[in-house]
T-cell receptor, first 113, second 112 residues
């Protein structure tokens, strides 16, 4: 069965510090991977996605993620965090046709001034 | 703005009641997904429709049902409501040529 784990429930970083959010997946077919962000009281917004090709993908708001097939991981990174990045981050995996879409439990990011 | 709209934004009702949540997908998107987000269960996939037909089912209770209409908007019907049904309900839509889903702002349901 497909699953997504995000080992860190809550992470706190200082503004300007670097960030890495972890995501591991288990998927029976070729995984299509996504990171979404949810600000309080808002819907989910797509940060970036990986389908194939270059394993380092760039997204919006200065985020990037690296796909590592050998580790079944798709970690999200940002070199310098801004206070406005405080939100909940969800990793997700799905099939090419949009089926079997599974979200991880989310990681809540707090940013200290 | 994702282009997906959901109404109402907030809904407060009593146990045992029935409510209908509405979703309008992005223009041209044939797929609509419904999710429930609660503190203890996280983001749970409920059901997917594609061009009016049910495509996939997730953890949807028998008290819940959904449909997608010819104009592609979708409705999620929740009946015999219980306190535990209080949650955020999201709709998402997807175009055939892409794999990502675009989420609406959600409907916050409170059952008292």
């Amino acid at each position: 069965a497909q699953s997504v784990t995000q080992p860190d429930i809550h992470i706190t970083v200082s503004e300007g510090a670097s960030l890495e959010l972890r995501c591991n997946y288990s998927y029976g077919a070729t995984p299509y991977l996504f990171w979404y962000v949810q600000s309080p009281g808002q819907g989910l917004q797509l940060l970036l996605k990986y389908f194939s090709g270059d394993t380092l993908v760039q997204g919006i708001k200065g985020f990037e993620a690296e796909f590592k097939r050998s580790q079944s991981s798709f970690n999200l990174r940002k070199p310098s965090v801004h206070w406005s990045d405080a939100a909940e981050y969800f990793c997700a995996v799905g099939a090419w046709d949009g089926q079997n879409f599974v979200f991880g439990p989310g990681t809540r990011l707090s940013v200290l001034p | 703005d994702s282009g997906v709209t959901q109404t109402p934004k907030h809904l407060i009702t009593a146990t045992g009641q029935r409510v209908t949540l509405r979703c309008s997908p992005r223009s041209g998107d044939l797929s609509v997904y419904w999710y429930q987000q609660s503190l203890d269960q996280g983001l749970q996939f409920l059901i997917q429709y594609y061009n009016g037909e049910e495509r996939a089912k997730g953890n949807i209770l028998e008290r819940f049902s959904a449909q997608q209409f010819p104009d592609l908007h979708s409705e999620l019907n929740l009946s015999s409501l219980e306190l535990g049904d209080s949650a955020l309900y999201f709709c998402a839509s997807r175009a055939d040529s892409y794999n990502e889903q675009f989420f609406g702002p959600g409907t916050r349901l409170t059952v008292l």
